[in-house]
């Protein structure tokens, strides 16, 4: 047989799921919030690993930058060391300045010490200093001005006792460093005077200084493209002799300040420069958008997690958990889950629907066989019943029967005819009379007792007719109803149908079916009404003379003031039914069919058993061999699987 048409799908109810809305939302908080928690956790050790590694890594970076720019000022002032030591070296190294030191002669002063001379130089102190630290010359002047100063170094005539410069002197190599004096610290080189062949002993040193002014520092610091100034507090030197520096942070710039020291360790010179805090601004301005980045990233990927999650596990977790709630409190067992996926929860959901499907067949087969005990326990209580009546009334009726066989009414329609003939006033008339006179006191006596015999099997029969009408009151009580899909109680109907009529038919499910979903219905009842009208349309197939036919079922609801009410139509292409027989082929005893192959009781039984549903049953037919309509509506009880249709 063919079967055509879709089925509903839902869930049976799990018993551990006392709330489902409730335990559902609890775990999608519980999920929301254990992710929430944990990108909190990942975006607060962000921020401390930014906080604690990456600006302190910028600051460190800020500091050593600054450091290399003091570096720069320190190698600044080498190099301005290193140039005046040139130009020492320039004076020191001619052999006009080696017969100078020996004959002082007023030319070479004239020719080469005078202030234009001095002034080319650049330098704050000039100087000749014989081998026992005696100036042999010397002048201390301003740098731009032909102005002679006054400096601690030059006024007494000689290099002072216990200058480290002393032992330069008296050995003639050169030296370089920083001075202090009373004007403040000075660069200044010594460099041996030789005549030119650098075979000779030296007769002296050339000594030449610049004071480290303001001026001069501000270019210096221009060369090293720093902000140079003196600080204004004198910072000591370190236990070691090392040079001292230190470094502070203020909030736009980053103060570096060294001590120089001079020549004999002390310290001489105090540098300050200033260095814009530029890395850690953009340090700051880094990490700031990381911040925001990783906030707002964080915040999407979040947002698309828990998206996710909703949509890969919670969603389906909740139409699972809706589903088995609404199961819980429903009878209806025809929905499933019908969950497409192929992960856990599909494997979950498919071994759900098989085990919603095993019990509601478990459940189908416990109604039926109810049913059917039911009916057995019925029929066996009544046959026992009517038995215990049929009984005495057997008795009865037989001990009646030879009463009436023994009257002698035969006796008395001989008599009377033989009266009809006798001559009047003879002999034989008078016997025949006495005789007639004596067989009616017979005849009443048995009519007498055949009345008491009578009364008994009245008394029986009201007996029966008593076991008859508790039936009947039986049948009335209130029928099973169950949910199910109509495809499916069609297939279970045509299953009844014995296998040679229903090789006969092919059955075409109209898509109205399973449009319709679930339907509440006395499933049992119906499932044998069903069965007679398959049956019917495979016997007029066969009657038609055809070797297959089709059935087409349809069905839809009606929504009427009497209320919603199921439309199930069965049309066959058999042998039909004439429009005579159409009023009465729902009657009692009347087929269309042989009695021999028909008992007439199909039909009537439906239309009784419908009937008795509040339904009615009925017939159309074009003619011979154009097929036949039955239609069957029947009130629709209210469904109890709206929690179902929620669920779904």
């Not at 254990?34 to 890594?57: D, E, H, N, Y």
């Amino acid at each position: 047989m063919r079967f055509s048409g879709g089925r509903r799908v839902k869930s049976r109810a799990s018993q551990l799921v006392d709330d489902h809305g409730t335990v559902n939302m609890k775990l999608r908080f519980k999920v929301i919030w254990l992710l929430t928690v944990l990108f909190a956790v990942l975006g607060i050790a962000q921020l401390f690993v930014l906080q604690r590694i990456v600006l302190p890594s910028f600051a460190d970076l800020e500091r050593q930058a600054a450091r290399k720019d003091m570096d720069r000022v320190a190698n600044a002032l080498q190099r301005e060391l290193d140039l005046l030591g040139v130009t020492a070296h320039d004076w020191g190294d001619w052999g006009d300045t080696y017969a100078f030191m020996q004959n002082h002669n007023q030319a070479y002063m004239s020719a080469n010490l005078g202030d234009d001379a001095i002034s080319l130089l650049g330098v704050n102190v000039l100087a000749f200093i014989a081998p026992d630290g005696r100036y042999v010359w010397s002048t201390g002047r301003e740098l731009k001005t032909p102005k002679v100063i006054d400096i601690d170094i030059l006024s007494h005539g000689a290099l002072p006792e216990g200058h480290p410069w002393r032992a330069a002197v008296r050995e003639g190599r050169k030296a370089s460093g920083l001075l202090r004096t009373d004007r403040g610290a000075m660069i200044a080189v010594l460099s041996p005077i030789v005549d030119g062949t650098e075979h000779r002993t030296p007769r002296g040193m050339v000594l030449l200084g610049r004071l480290l002014t303001d001026e001069e520092l501000r270019r210096i610091g221009a060369q090293a493209h720093v902000q140079l100034a003196r600080a204004p507090q004198p910072l000591l030197k370190s236990a070691d002799g090392a040079l001292v520096e230190t470094v502070t942070e203020r909030d736009t710039m980053t103060d570096v300040t060294r001590v120089f020291n001079a020549v004999d360790g002390s310290p001489a010179l105090t540098l300050r420069i200033e260095v814009p805090r530029t890395i850690s601004k953009r340090g700051h301005q880094v990490v700031g958008y990381t911040t925001v980045f990783l906030i707002l990233a964080g915040g999407m990927a979040l947002l698309m997690m828990i998206a996710l999650l909703n949509r890969s596990v919670l969603d389906p977790l909740s139409r699972i958990t809706r589903h088995a709630f609404a199961l819980g409190r429903s009878a209806d067992l025809t929905s499933r889950l019908d969950l497409r996926r192929t992960d856990e929860l599909g494997e979950l959901a498919r071994e759900f629907d098989r085990m919603v499907t095993h019990l509601a067949d478990a459940r189908r087969q416990l109604v039926d066989r109810s049913f059917d005990a039911g009916v057995a326990e019925n029929a066996s209580g009544i046959l026992h019943n009517l038995g215990n009546a049929m009984t005495p009334l057997g008795v009865e009726v037989a001990a009646l029967q030879e009463k009436l066989r023994d009257a002698p009414t035969a006796d008395i329609d001989l008599v009377l005819a033989e009266l009809d003939s006798a001559p009047s006033a003879t002999l034989r008339r008078a016997e025949l009379e006495a005789y007639l006179r004596l067989t009616s006191r017979e005849l009443a006596r048995t009519v007498a007792s055949a009345q008491v015999d009578l009364e008994a099997i009245a008394r029986n029969t009201q007996s029966i007719q008593a076991v008859l009408s508790e039936q009947a009151l039986c049948s009335r009580s209130e029928r099973v109803y169950e949910s199910i899909l109509l495809p499916e109680l069609i297939e279970q109907s045509a299953a009844l149908v014995p296998p040679q009529s229903r090789q006969l038919l092919s059955i075409d499910l109209d898509d109205s079916l399973p449009e319709l979903g679930s339907v509440r219905v006395p499933r049992t009842t119906l499932q044998q009404v069903f069965q007679n009208f398959i049956l019917n349309a495979a016997e007029a197939v066969r009657d038609a003379g055809r070797e297959h036919g089709t059935l087409r079922i349809a069905a839809r609801v009606l929504d009427d003031p009497r209320g919603k009410r199921l439309h199930v139509t069965f049309a066959d292409d058999g042998v039909g039914i004439l429009d005579p027989n159409l009023r009465r082929i729902f009657e009692k005893g009347f087929s269309t069919k042989p009695r021999a192959t028909n008992s007439g009781i199909g039909l009537h039984w439906c239309a009784n058993t419908v009937g008795a549903l509040g339904g009615e049953i009925s017939a159309e037919s074009p003619g011979p061999l154009g097929g036949a309509i039955l239609h069957m509506i029947l009130p629709l009880q209210p469904a109890d699987d709206s929690p179902l249709t929620q669920a779904a």
